[in-house]
């Protein structure tokens, strides 16, 4: 049990496009989903937390205009990332959590380059 | 501030065993996790420490003292496989997950 899925597991966009991150809780309700983001060599960066049916929290440092994300469902959340650059290339990580729960299922991951 | 440190580096042999130390100083405590994470791939998890002493499950087991802030990961009959990041995080006082920056385990023949 306890499995969530990300897709796509790659992309690779060019300069000012936008790309969707799609991240999904399989076998239970994720009333809180994470956005994580990490470089080569690096821990991992929360980027925001967000709850079913309310706007996200983003941590000090990342533009929430630029990475947008949406939680409508108890299963699914989106990371949409806006005109995109190279500087935006990274593993982008999700992880959900039910109600009352304190452990993370982390998805697959996805790997974003930028052109 | 929150804090949590483990070591950058560690190199071990096959066969051996190895301990990984993690440090923490937080806001509120609900909870010490170790993850693994090998290389390109996402964290997954291996072991919930909530209250005082040692659990073990299989090769892997995991120590918390909550009076001193610390907590150990220790790895038995290490494999190659086992070579991976290995990931202390501290639940706090909103649930958040604080991360360390994480342990590079070398496993060498």
């Known amino acids: 049990g306890a499995v969530v899925s990300q897709h796509p597991s790659r992309v690779i966009c060019k300069s000012g496009t936008s790309v969707k991150i799609e991240c999904r809780s399989l076998?239970?309700?994720?009333?809180?989903m994470f956005w994580y983001r990490q470089f080569p060599k690096q821990s991992l960066m929360l980027m925001a937390t967000s709850n079913e049916g309310s706007k996200a929290t983003y941590e000090q440092g990342v533009e929430k205009d630029k990475f947008l994300i949406n939680h409508a469902s108890l299963t699914l959340s989106t990371l949409t990332v806006t005109s995109a650059h190279p500087e935006d290339s990274s593993f982008y990580i999700c992880?959900?959590?039910?109600?009352?729960?304190?452990?993370?299922?982390f998805g697959p991951g996805t790997r974003l380059t930028v052109t | 501030g929150q804090n949590i440190d483990q070591p950058t580096e560690m190199t071990a042999t096959e066969g051996a065993i190895v301990q990984i130390n993690c440090t923490y100083q937080t806001s509120g405590f609900n909870g010490l996790f170790w993850y693994q994470q090998h290389a390109g791939e996402a964290p997954t998890f291996l072991s919930y420490n909530v209250l005082d002493g040692l659990e073990e499950k299989g090769r892997f087991s995991s120590f918390l003292s909550r009076s001193k802030g610390y907590s150990y990961l220790l790895l038995k009959e290490l494999q190659m496989k086992d070579s991976a990041s290995y990931l202390c995080a501290v639940g706090d006082s909103n649930y958040q997950l604080i991360w360390g920056a994480g342990t590079k385990l070398i496993i060498k023949p």
């Open positions: 076998d239970f309700q994720a009333t809180t």
């Open positions: 992880s959900a959590r039910g109600d009352q729960d304190y452990e993370q299922y």
